[in-house]
T-cell receptor, first 110, second 113 residues
Framework: KNEVEQSPQNLTAQEGEFITINCSYS?????LHWLQQHPGGGIVSLFM???GKKKHGRLIATINIQEKHSSLHITASHPRDSAVYIC????????????FGTGTSLTVIP | DAGITQSPRHKVTETGTPVTLRCHQT?????MYWYRQDPGHGLRLIHY?????DTDKGEVSDGYSVSRSKTEDFLLTLESATSSQTSVYFC????WGKGYGYTFGSGTRLTVV
């Protein structure tokens, strides 16, 4: 049983397309994180959110606490957005316990 | 990433030998974590620390030990490396109480032959 489920697992898009990656979780949380990992690269934290919506450049993250669901949107996608996007939740029930999704692999074709 | 470094970046070692990976931070963050990343599993927590000399196990702690004798350093030791410990290891820091999220190190690729 996975506490965090992401969809889709793999995604291929044409440059310029609007992209949505979804994350559903089954535990109570104090915060949700979206992480980005480029091939062979390190992991970068994109967003930390516990309610509502955050925007950074072409990236938008939303969370619905009642539905236990978050989405990461990329507007006007670009080949440099090609990476694995990981959803992680910090559980409000067990303090510093974290649960990670297995990631969504995004490829943006020029 | 700025403020957190892992060493070494790559290591090849033989089965049965001890290995220590180092995570060093300059951010004075309270929490430090060791994860391993394997295909099909995503990131899995090995151990974490919530202060100097305060550590706790994660979901895949068997075969690993940690130590944190000062705020800036968190060491991960494989007492007797096995081939199943071949993986990429990431260190991360955070300080939730001050509003800081995750910052990850660049990773250590460990191969046990």
């Amino acid at each position: 049983k996975n506490e965090v489920e992401q969809s889709p697992q793999n995604l291929t898009a044409q440059e310029g397309e609007f992209i949505t990656i979804n994350c559903s979780y089954s535990v109570g949380i104090s915060a949700l994180h979206w992480l980005q990992q480029h091939p062979g690269g390190g992991i970068v934290s994109l967003f930390m959110l516990s309610s509502g919506k955050k925007k950074h450049g072409r990236l938008i993250a939303t969370i619905n606490i009642q539905e236990k669901h978050s989405s990461l949107h990329i507007t006007a996608s670009h080949p440099r957005d090609s990476a694995v996007y990981i959803c992680a939740v910090r559980s409000g029930n067990t303090g510093n316990q974290f649960y990670f999704g297995t990631g969504t692999s995004l490829t943006v074709i020029p | 990433d700025a403020g957190i470094t892992q060493s070494p970046r790559h290591k090849v070692t033989e089965t049965g030998t001890p290995v220590t990976l180092r995570c060093h931070q300059t951010e004075n963050h309270r929490y430090m974590y060791w994860y391993r990343q394997d295909p099909g599993h995503g990131l899995r927590l090995i151990h974490y620390s919530y202060g100097v000399k305060d550590t706790d196990k994660g979901e895949v702690s068997d075969g690993y030990s940690v130590s944190r004798s000062k705020t800036e350093d968190f060491l991960l030791t494989l007492e007797s490396a096995t081939s199943s410990q071949t993986s990429v290891y990431f260190c991360a820091i955070s300080d939730w109480g001050k509003g800081y999220g995750y910052t990850f190190g660049s990773g250590t690729r460990l191969t046990v032959v």
